[in-house]
């Protein structure tokens, strides 16, 4: 009698879940299996769409980058010679300090998860403030420019330029790359190192170093803005990369799955995919809407 209950109840439920199991388990596999073939072969149809659509030439891709976040308003943008960097001076100092600043974290503070914290954030707070307040003071400048007189009676706190504005987009990307980074490092690893990425020190240290890169791009020699203009939009597609690659492991469910960075070649496909996908998205839109590669019409 015993036995005959043990039996109907493996066959009545034991047995049916073990074999939804398997089957979930081999659906799963199918589908990572697809996924390996499928996102390699997205990311090669998304790149070489928007190569084919691009103005041609290394700094040609570059704009093409700078084009899809930034104005790119020539007045407001370091130039090598006659030909304005892809970036305006303001994205430029955000960007190329971010990229920067995520190589300094992965270098003195490898898999560290710990966020800035309220003292440390004070500073980073106040880079941001800063970046805020220039821009609207910069914004208000071209309204008054572009507008005929309709903002005259709005006083400007300052004259706006590029120095500020390199400057202020710097202390925004430290901010940024400090947020960044330690977000990136509770998502993708399994033993995430719970100490935070940034201290006194490193602040200290991290500052002194960006203030030297402005201090160069402020010579204007060709060589630097040169390396600065295809450095900013590297770190650019980086933080592009970073952020679609760690929605992907949330939304595959994968977080905190990853031992290395090799091991996240799918999730960076996947970022990288997704990156240039926005990208040609909004070229082509912007394209559309303006009919040039360059700033948007003023006036």
């Known amino acids: 009698m015993l036995a005959s209950v043990v039996q109907s109840f493996l066959h009545s439920i034991v047995y049916p879940h073990i074999m939804s199991v398997m089957e979930n388990i081999s659906t799963q596999s199918r589908i990572n299996n697809l996924m390996r073939w499928f996102i390699p072969a997205a990311a090669l149809i998304a790149f070489a769409a928007w190569f084919y659509i691009t103005p041609p030439g290394l700094l040609g891709k570059a704009d093409a980058i700078g084009y899809a976040i930034c104005h790119r308003i020539d007045e407001r943008s370091f130039h090598i010679g006659d030909r304005q960097l892809p970036l305006c001076a303001r994205c430029t100092g955000e960007f190329y300090a971010a990229g920067i600043s995520l190589l300094f974290f992965a270098i003195v503070s490898p898999k560290k998860s710990g966020m800035p914290g309220w003292k440390l954030g004070i500073p980073l707070l106040l880079f941001f403030l800063a970046f805020g307040i220039d821009g609207s003071n910069s914004y208000l400048y071209l309204l008054k420019q572009t507008t005929g007189g309709a903002f005259d009676n709005i006083p400007n706190l300052y004259t706006p330029n590029n120095t500020l504005r390199l400057l202020t987009g710097s202390g925004m990307g430290i901010a940024l790359a400090s947020i960044v980074y330690p977000a990136f490092n509770q998502t993708a690893w399994r033993e995430p190192n719970p100490q935070r990425a940034l201290d006194w020190k490193k602040l200290g240290i991290l500052i002194g170093i960006i203030l ?65 996908l926005m990208i040609t998205v909004i070229d082509l839109l912007r394209f559309r809407l303006t009919g040039t590669w360059g700033s948007f019409p003023l006036g």
């Open 212 to 276: 030297l890169f402005d201090l160069l791009i402020l010579t204007e020699n060709p060589a630097i803005l040169y390396t600065i203009a295809l450095l900013s939009v590297l770190s650019v597609l980086t933080l592009l990369v970073i952020v679609f690659s760690m929605s992907w492991v949330l939304m595959m469910r994968q977080d905190n799955a990853f031992d290395s960075l090799r091991q996240m070649w799918m999730p960076f496909i996947a970022g990288t995919t997704l990156a240039f």
